[in-house]
DNA sequence: CAGAACTTGCACAGTGGCGTGCAATTGCAC
DNA sequence: GTGCAATTGCACGCCACTGTGCAAGTTCTG
């Protein structure tokens, strides 16, 4: 009884699509969603999952090489007879997109972790702090790009989360990573090389020199 | 017995503090880091984690709390009298950059959530050939920027997973952001906003007309 | 030294997830 | 219809983690 639900489409394979599907979007909505959500967000019983894949880990791994591929395949075909390197970079990162638009939903939901959700969302002021400067310089002129100066926001914490991750893997020097990703910043937000980074340079002579006020934060 | 593990710190307040120290640590290195093993590395027993903070949520929440509050505070005295928006970017990242470089092994490796960590790592060899294309485009002087190519990479991939946020929230048309992802890309490589922008508009025109080939993928 | 504050070690109940086994049911194919 | 495959609905056992209680220590403070 009750087999109404979303109705039994069985034959195996539509089923183990659709579990693989829906557990895309589950398991990066919340990467630790349980098998039990995932089965039941198919419409199916955990009992089945486990009739498809052996664990959860096969899952994800499945889940993971499927994406993956559809990746390097779409950015394989974009490049192949592009020499300009600018060109190729633009080709690649539009064909990708395409292909991480399905994923979209996920793949940026995927980073909200319990934990660095409560961070990012604590970061609002901070973000809308930086969005209304942003707004100003792109009304002033100073800075030039497509975007809206809260996606800029949102574009200049991730990529001080990269920045950092560079250092962490030892691709880049801690002493310089501060000012070179201050210089990407503002070139990101539409500012060109050779300004930014004359900028970067006298602020950050200035900082160090006259900024030393040495005593430390009394706060806890 | 056997009291002799790290030596007992004691006093209160230096053991409260090194909890939450080896916390943020512990946490960001694994979002899902159990009370045990925070207290095994702050070398306590779990029960006494417990006598300082009456749960694992109020621990998270202590430590956030005063990440943003120093990274709001700085942010904020190093743009305080600064009216330049360019000005004030630069100055704002340099300070936040400060803060931040406590916490990058941290807040870097947090991202690095099970399921996140397995799809970047696999996305390697993508990274690598967008490396190897980044590289010529400096040597040939498409592009600048102080960070060597591999960071530059970890760059973008961020900052397409930032744009797919600021998607996700309504911040951007669905239809431009791929478009003004690439743009974005191309100028935090240091090419000039203008060209980049005249060089994604003819590649995604061209994509656009003669790139249909109207099939479906064949694969599964 | 005496007492207070803090830590430890152990034990406990509760919860929630995983992976498996098995019998019953449902649907598809021939 | 008969058979076969997939799905279901329970049933487990197992493990890891959370919070709490309590009786020992241990170390600092006065």
């Given at each position: 009884m009750g087999a109404m639900t979303t109705g039994n489409i069985s034959r195996a394979g539509t089923n183990r699509r659709r579990i693989l599907d829906v557990a895309l979007a589950e398991l990066l909505r919340d990467p630790d969603a349980s098998m039990d959500q995932i089965a039941r967000a198919a419409g199916v019983v955990r009992r089945t999952v486990y009739g498809h894949f052996p664990s959860r880990e096969a899952l994800i791994s499945t889940l993971v090489d499927g994406a993956v591929e559809a990746l390097a395949d779409a950015d394989a075909r974009a490049r192949e007879?592009?020499?300009?390197?600018?060109?190729?970079?633009?080709?690649?990162?539009?064909?990708?997109?395409?292909?991480?638009?399905?994923?979209?939903l996920l793949v940026a939901l995927a980073q909200r972790?319990?934990?660095?959700?409560?961070?990012?969302?604590?970061?609002?002021?901070?973000?809308?702090?930086?969005?209304?400067?942003?707004?100003?310089?792109?009304?002033?002129?100073?800075?030039?790009?497509?975007?809206?100066?809260?996606?800029?926001?949102?574009?200049?914490e991730q990529l001080l989360f990269a920045v950092m991750e560079a250092v962490n893997d030892g691709l880049l020097a801690a002493e310089e990573a501060g000012r070179s990703a201050t210089v990407t910043v503002l070139t990101a937000a539409g500012m060109p090389a050779g300004p930014a980074t004359a900028l970067v340079a006298r602020v950050s002579e200035e900082r160090g020199t006259e900024g030393r006020t040495e005593g430390r934060v009394e706060g806890a």
């Open positions: 007879g592009v020499t300009d390197p600018a060109e190729s970079v633009a080709r690649s990162v539009l064909a990708l997109w395409e292909i991480a638009d399905r994923y979209r972790t319990v934990t660095v959700q409560g961070i990012r969302e604590r970061l609002a002021p901070l973000r809308a702090n930086k969005a209304e400067l942003l707004r100003q310089g792109l009304t002033q002129g100073v800075f030039h790009s497509p975007l809206p100066p809260a996606a800029l926001a949102y574009v200049h």
